[in-house]
């Protein structure tokens, strides 16, 4: 069962399983699919969506909100998380020279607008900043978050990818409390468990939000010896705690953190979905969980 929780001391009730949104431009799905696919995890309880304004080069909040405009009982079911401050790249904005960020108040004004416009709703539960930028006013960026909560368009607001001072920064500016911090957690990528960015977060009792958990699919294709070792381990472990599937064992990794991050689940599959899921009831010890480091760095801690 997947359940739901609170991010954060004061934040918003959110689902401990978010349902990823990257990748819908890539599924190929007409609106009514790309609805009963939002059905489906909805009706498995994972009711949080994540999104981003540039995702498919600015294309799937516009076909997330196609999908949810099909069926208008379902807006007040789920809690929308989306990003903002990344300029890419794009024939859709043919004056920009190179991509960049833009944490302006009026970017990110500019910004949340079009991201209600394309989802087709009224507020964003959840605003994150999408990365950390060096030229971020912490002042102008808590002035436009009360600006945007007044209007109602956002309820929260929190960051992704952001250091622990990059947080504190931000956070010493503002009245209310970031939310979370959307960090990148998987068995090959251990820079927030080693940079103070965890330890933050269980100091607050801020749960973050860990995407890609699976490290984009690499832990299931990759070739090379680092990958190797992982997979032998994790089908180990696997077998250890009668998971059905490494991806299991690896939300199970995932979760063991003491910050309790909310696994971000990328795939569109509803299969993969439900497997998602159903790792919820296993927990690694100790042991399984340095293995599987142990596995992954090559050699044991020190
Ligand atoms: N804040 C940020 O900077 C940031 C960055 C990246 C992502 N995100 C968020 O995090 C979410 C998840 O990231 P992610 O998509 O990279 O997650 P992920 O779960 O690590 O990767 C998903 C990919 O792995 C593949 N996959 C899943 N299970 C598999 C299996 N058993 N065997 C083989 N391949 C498998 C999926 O393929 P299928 O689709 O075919 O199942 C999909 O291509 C995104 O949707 C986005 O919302 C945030």
């Not at 498995?44 to 999104?51: F, W």
Request: proline fraction near 4%; aromatic fraction near 8%; glycine fraction near 6%.
């Amino acid at each position: 069962m997947v359940e739901r929780v609170l991010v954060s001391p004061g934040g918003p009730e959110l689902s401990e399983l978010i349902q990823g949104y990257w990748r819908v431009s890539e599924w190929d799905l007409t609106p009514q699919q790309r609805l009963t696919l939002l059905k489906q995890h909805l009706e498995r309880e994972i009711s949080t969506v994540d999104h981003a304004d540039i995702y498919g080069d600015y294309s799937c909040e516009q076909l997330f909100g196609e999908a949810l405009k099909l069926d208008k009982s379902i807006r007040s079911r789920i809690e929308v998380v989306t990003k903002c401050n990344i300029k890419l790249l794009s024939e859709k904005y043919p004056n920009r020279s190179v991509k960049h960020y833009d944490s302006s108040a009026q970017h990110i004004r500019h910004s949340v607008d079009n991201s209600l416009a394309r989802l087709g709703i009224e507020h964003i539960e959840v605003l994150l900043l999408h990365r950390p930028d060096a030229l971020m006013d912490a002042d102008e960026v808590a002035s436009v978050f009360l600006e945007l909560q007044k209007a109602g368009k956002v309820k929260h607001l929190g960051v992704s990818n952001f250091t622990p001072r990059q947080f504190e920064l931000l956070q010493s500016r503002l009245s209310s409390s970031l939310v979370t911090n959307q960090v990148e957690i998987n068995p090959i990528n251990f820079n927030v468990a080693e940079d103070g960015t965890l330890d933050q977060l269980q100091q607050y009792r801020i749960r973050p939000m860990a995407w890609s958990c699976l490290a984009g699919g690499k832990i299931f294709s990759g070739s090379d010896a680092q990958i190797l070792r992982l997979r032998t381990t994790l089908e180990m472990v696997k077998e250890e705690i009668g998971a059905n599937s490494i991806d299991q064992v690896i939300y199970a990794w995932v979760r063991r953190f003491p910050s309790k991050p909310l696994a971000i689940v990328g795939s569109g599959n509803i299969k993969r979905i439900e497997s998602a899921i159903e790792s919820l009831k296993f927990n690694l010890n100790n042991e399984q969980w340095y293995k599987i480091w142990t596995a992954s760095r090559g050699r044991e801690v020190p």
